[in-house]
């Protein structure tokens, strides 16, 4: 039977001890791989050691994301890790619009980073890059013009 913890502070560096290191998950070519998801859209992410590329669904990052609060949006991980230029990024993107398909990209590159290197995940985690934003659009409802848009009322 395992010895009783007399204090609080016992307690702590006991369970402290046993806390298991995280493994960095690479496959066979050195790349890490997650999903990213936003509103509909689904992002599969690649991320390898490189010179900072980035492909979405095989063209380049200015082509796909023309505009810049997207592009700027999607490298965010990288500039809060200190880890611009190190990667290169291959990610195929599917369902939704460019919004929803940037913010996919941005999650899945936060949680492949974090299965490459985990000591960066604390600060992954701190800017929300980790979380799944639940916000999706509200489904139409019988009886309305949209969601809760209602039809117009007209007394005669």
Not at 133 to 156: H, I, L, N, T
């Amino acid at each position: 039977m395992a010895p009783e913890a007399q204090s609080l502070a016992d307690l702590k560096t006991a369970v402290a001890g046993q806390a298991p290191k995280a493994e960095p998950k690479r496959d066979k070519q050195g790349r890490s791989y997650a999903t990213g998801k936003r509103k509909n859209a689904v992002a599969r992410v690649w991320v390898k050691p490189g010179k900072g590329k980035i492909t979405v669904n095989d063209r380049e990052l200015e082509n796909y994301f023309v505009r810049p609060v997207l592009r700027m949006m999607i490298n965010q991980p990288f500039s809060v890790t200190n880890r611009m230029n190190e990667f290169d990024v291959i990610c195929t993107v599917s369902g939704g619009g460019l919004s929803g398909q940037a913010g996919a990209v941005r999650h899945g590159i936060s949680r492949a980073l974090t299965f490459y290197e985990p000591a960066l995940r604390p600060a992954l985690k701190a800017h929300g890059f980790l979380t799944r934003d639940p916000r999706v659009v509200e489904r139409k409802k019988y009886g309305r013009k949209k969601a809760r848009r209602s039809f117009q009322f007209s007394k005669r």
